[in-house]
């Protein structure tokens, strides 16, 4: 089978430290692209820049699937916009809610965190490996109190209780076509067109961007061809930013 179409199968725990932990380790004994794991809790959660992410039994989605991309390096940050998208594509499908997408893969409703998702490499012995792991917020039991005003669930969006089933099944069929497409010759143009198409974060929204060097203000002026943000400083000056934290200089103001 060719390593662009995802073969999909899903492997069940109860509880795990961390699906992204298990999809590595699974990943380096040689598993298959399209392994996916998911957990009805985690006890060592893991989130971006080596944040906690908490994750109470059957509050959220707790998700990593093993890719084995047959891309260039330099483009394997679009994994994770894919993932985003199909992740927005999901939940539009089973909940009827289009979250905005916040760069580079938070989907908010509202303005509040439904969705982080944190991409991981490692090298196998049939070579490089990415796992992307997704915690999607089925009810607010997911999130600590206090990030209340910053954090939302499908269920208090919707006012339903969200069908887990159904929308794991839409997310991994919607992984498994964004992923195709990123592989088509024209795929990283395309998935970078659908993600400024669904992000308000893409142009022109005024942002506080935080990297490990440095902090700084400005308006966001599109994506670069591998998916870092442009962020126009002043004078004419841009700026790309490949790995940090994006947030509206809006939502700062009303906090
Ligand atoms: C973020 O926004 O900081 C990314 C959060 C990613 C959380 C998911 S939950 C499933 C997978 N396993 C983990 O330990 N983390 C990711």
């Not at 939940?91 to 905005?100: F, G, N, R, S």
């Not at 760069?103 to 969705?115: A, E, F, H, S, Y």
């Not at 969200?162 to 929308?167: Q, S, Y």
Request: glycine share 8%.
């Amino acid at each position: 089978m060719l390593d662009t179409q995802l073969h999909i199968q899903l492997l069940r725990f109860d509880s795990l430290p961390s699906t992204n932990t298990e999809a590595l380790r699974q990943a380096q004994g040689g598993a298959q692209a399209g392994l996916c794991i998911v957990a009805r809790e985690q006890t060592a959660g893991r989130g971006r820049h080596a944040r906690t992410w908490v994750s109470p039994k059957d509050a959220g989605l707790y998700f990593s699937i093993i890719l084995r991309p047959r891309l260039a390096a330099q483009l394997w940050p679009l994994l994770t916009l894919a993932a985003a998208l199909a992740v927005r594509a999901a939940l539009t499908e089973t909940c009827a809610l289009t979250p905005d997408i916040k760069w580079p893969n938070d989907l908010l409703v509202g303005g509040r965190k439904l969705c982080g998702i944190l991409a991981e490499v490692c090298e196998t012995d049939r070579g490089r490996a990415c796992v992307v792991g997704i915690g999607i917020n089925l009810t607010d039991e997911a999130f600590p109190p206090d990030l209340r005003t910053r954090a939302t669930s499908i269920a208090a969006a919707t006012g339903r209780t969200p069908d887990r089933e159904a929308l794991l099944s839409a997310l991994v069929r919607q992984l498994a076509k964004h992923y195709a497409q990123l592989h088509e010759p024209h795929g990283p143009e395309t998935i970078i067109k659908a993600w400024c198409a669904s992000s308000s974060y893409a142009d022109g929204q005024r942002v506080r961007v935080e990297t490990d060097t440095e902090k700084f203000d400005g308006t966001t002026r599109g994506l670069e061809p591998d998916g870092a943000l442009r962020i126009a400083t002043g004078a004419g000056a841009i700026k790309i930013v490949r790995a940090g934290d994006v947030h509206a200089l809006r939502q700062i103001d009303d906090e």
